[in-house]
């Protein structure tokens, strides 16, 4: 019976039929806390018990200190207006190891933890985004890691030293014009020859584009696609995705010509190769890695997506979290802060609150992969998620600061990070896709307990592996179900918590969460089949409420690991609250769209109208607002500890250095302010703002002539904290002139450290 339903399904097409390079995606990393939700009933005692790292003593004092050196020495508006990085630094990045966070230090690395990496990453954003491209490239995807994990023995001690060091500035050639979320599809082509001595040596023609680092880059990792049609290494004349490293300087390979993406100024442009001849050896991992490339890049890509991108993301959001709390109580209106009005209290409150998330996802995502995991659809929610939530996020800060925010210049605070918000969108896999494909298709494939075993027995035709799938399957089945039904009707309060007190609740919804979204990826891939690989929007649908319940599991991982403080509450309320509307939003999506005879009737009409009767969550409440502001609105200790690991410039510095000033001397002056605000209850003075009583009140006595000049100091550098910028017309010609930016623009090299001889290794 198990063999004709198992040939049935194959015949019918029921399952999806899998590409060698999908199959290579899939099958790269490994199976983490994801895999707790499709089971329906996840073990929140052992998500708990998961690794939250922490910064060893030297990736702290990297932290506090080169990297400080480095931000306070980078004119952020400089750099943008001339689009170049000063000499100097260059120098100080290679001299203080910035481009040897991820090499060994046998090799004259840092040998710094995934975690350091990414709060590093994060942390330089404040520098600028030419910079921070300079260190997370060498960092990230690339000669480095790949060299690192791959490399043979001689590459890694030629490479690593000089990567090390900066001589190498490394750039990672893979999108082409007809190749760009779909990367496997590259055409990029190299023809393997034996030249006349004897050596293997392949002959390359490629277009790339998009590639960061390129205009300065010295040595590139490349991904081409190699044919053998002699037949030399006794593979067939398909050989299939490489990764050679280039140096620049070769004949044929033409390298320094810029993009300008959304005018902000990292360096990112184009390379072309015609007819380039390199050693077949160049092949990273040396001629038995050639055709692994692409399992290469999938195994890094791995766990490597949580890295780089969501560092970005998060560090750009718990600036912008910062700095708006701090305006929305500097900024005054109608005579009180803006910041204690509904309408900008709410987009506050959201900023706090979803920064305390991002980072939890960050902090507990890179410490599974310093612990050995390496999860490809954690890592896809990390990228896809918080460059989603940096981007709304600007959007806020923006609608805050109003038109402080919308005046460029060096007093901007927020501008740069809106503008630029759009491009981690597009990178590693445009968010489209990843919301679409990867995070459900890959975790449906990898994470469900029983699918990938199911439609391995089919390919294989093994009856008896596929009778114990489907049989677990169908069981699993029954006892979700039969779950289902008890949380929905008891709320989640029969799934328990691992903890007592107010996140207690959290846990039994995120487990009635999981239930469901189990018993919905069942019927889905049951009844929808090999169709739901093209059924992007309900994917996507699955996809959010997945990635939800990892992002909310993350929030509550880190209120334990740092002592279940009470003054975090308001935040983690604010972050569960509004992650369980989403997973809400997201079911009622999959109800109304569920695309299959009987089943789909169900959840359109009765079905779904009794689960809405009974919603995982409501969202926020106006409750939950003004406390989730007050975090990042009060000046103190929690709001330092909320900002540890971002700049903090000095209050001398202009934009959020002055803002700054102003927030603390406001929260100084606050007892002075009551006293003047009593005396006005009490008809001693008549109503207005206390800067504008303030010699009536030293007048009546109401406050000291040391107080008075506190008040007029402070109200002083306030109105000082709300200017913007202006520009001479002379000026503002220089700064909009293409010919004030067009030399060293296109076609040259930027400054950089002393570099390596052009060659080959």
């Not at 390359?204 to 490349?222: C, Q, V, W």
């Not at 402080?404 to 969108?425: F, H, K, L, M, T």
Request: proline share 4%.
């Amino acid at each position: 019976m198990f063999q004709s339903i198992m040939m049935g399904m194959k015949n019918a097409g029921m399952l999806p039929r899998l590409s060698d390079t999908e199959r290579q995606a899939l099958e790269a990393g490994d199976v983490w806390a994801e895999g707790e939700f499709f089971k329906g009933n996840p073990d929140f005692k052992a998500l708990l018990a998961e690794n939250y790292g922490q910064l060893t003593a030297e990736e702290q004092a990297f932290l506090d200190g080169p990297c400080d050196e480095l931000i306070a020495m980078c004119d952020t508006w400089e750099m943008s207006r001339t689009r170049q990085v000063p000499d100097a630094v260059f120098d100080f990045l290679a001299e203080n190891g910035f481009f040897a966070l991820l090499i060994p230090k046998q090799y004259g690395g840092k040998g710094f933890s995934v975690l350091a990496r990414s709060t590093i990453m994060a942390k330089i954003q404040a520098a600028g985004a030419a910079v921070a491209a300079i260190v997370v490239i060498p960092n990230s995807l690339g000669a480095a890691e790949l060299t690192e994990k791959y490399g043979t023995e001689e590459q890694k001690a030629h490479y690593l030293p000089r990567l090390a060091k900066g001589e190498y500035i490394p750039c990672f050639g893979l999108t082409e014009l007809t190749a760009g979320s779909d990367a496997a599809s590259i055409k990029a082509d190299g023809e393997v020859f034996r030249d006349e001595d004897g050596h293997l040596k392949a002959r390359l023609n490629f277009s790339k584009r998009y590639i960061t680092l390129a205009p300065i880059a010295n040595l590139i990792s490349l991904a081409v696609r190699l044919r053998d049609p002699d037949n030399l290494l006794g593979r067939g004349e398909d050989l299939g995705i490489s990764v050679m490293l280039l140096h620049k300087g070769m004949e044929g390979l033409s390298i320094g010509a810029r993009h300008d993406p959304m005018g902000v100024s990292f360096h990112n442009g184009p390379i072309y190769g015609e007819n380039v001849v390199a050693p077949l050896a160049n092949t990273i991992g040396g001629i038995d890695y050639v055709g692994k490339g692409w399992k290469m890049l999938m195994e890094s890509l791995a766990g490597g997506r949580a890295i780089s991108l969501p560092a970005s993301a998060v560090g750009g959001a718990r600036m912008l979290a910062s700095v708006t709390g701090a305006y929305s109580m500097v900024r005054e209106q109608f005579n009180m802060p803006i910041g204690l009005m509904e309408g900008p209290q709410a987009k506050v409150a959201r900023l706090a609150g979803l920064q305390y998330l991002m980072e939890a996802a960050r902090v507990y995502s890179c410490s599974a992969v310093d612990a050995g995991h390496e999860p490809p659809v954690v890592s896809a929610i990390l990228k896809q998620q918080l460059t989603e939530l940096m981007r709304s996020l600007s959007i806020d800060a923006m609608d805050v600061m109003a038109g402080a925010a919308i005046q460029r210049g060096p007093n901007n605070i927020v501008s740069d990070a809106y503008i630029a918000a759009p491009i981690n969108i597009t990178v590693e896999g445009a968010n489209i896709l990843t919301r679409t494909l990867i995070i459900y298709g890959q975790g449906a494939n990898r994470s469900h307990p029983y699918a990938r075993t199911l439609v391995e027995a089919v390919e294989a035709e093994d009856s008896t592996r596929f009778r114990k799938a489907l049989l677990g399957w169908i069981g699993g089945m029954v006892v979700n179900f039969g779950r289902g039904m008890t949380r929905y009707l008891t709320r989640g309060r029969s799934a328990g918590a691992p903890v007592k007190g107010e996140t207690a609740t959290y846990y039994r919804r995120l487990s009635w969460a999981s239930t469901r979204f189990a018993m919905l990826s069942d019927l889905a891939m049951i009844f929808m089949g090999a169709k739901l690989k093209a059924k992007g929007n309900f994917t996507g649908r699955l996809a959010d409420v997945l990635s939800w319940i990892f992002l909310c599991t993350a929030t509550l991982r880190r209120f334990e690991a740092e002592g279940r403080r009470a003054e975090d509450l308001p935040l983690v309320h604010y972050a569960l609250n509004y992650g369980l509307k989403e997973i809400q939003d997201g079911f009622e999506g999959v109800y109304a769209n569920f695309d299959a005879p009987m089943v789909g009737w169900w959840f359109k009409s009765v079905g779904g109208w009794l689960l809405r009767l009974n919603p995982i969550g409501k969202g926020v409440t106006d409750t939950l607002l003004a406390p989730a502001a007050a975090v990042v609105q009060t000046h103190g200790d929690n709001l330092k500890r909320q900002q540890a690991g971002l700049h903090v410039p000095a209050e001398s510095d202009r934009g959020a250095g002055r803002l700054y000033r102003a927030f603390r001397m406001l929260h100084e002056v606050r007892p002075i302010h009551a006293k003047i605000a009593e005396a006005v209850k009490a008809r001693r003075l008549p109503k207005g703002h206390p800067a504008d009583l303030v010699n009536l009140a030293l007048k009546q006595q109401v406050i000291t002539a040391e107080e008075a000049e506190q008040v007029r100091e402070t109200r002083r550098v306030q109105l000082e904290s709300w200017g913007v910028d202006e520009f001479s017309p002379e000026d503002y010609v220089r700064i909009g002139s293409s010919t004030a930016v067009t030399e060293g623009f296109i076609g040259k090299d930027a400054p950089r450290p002393k570099l390596v001889a052009s060659g080959q290794a």
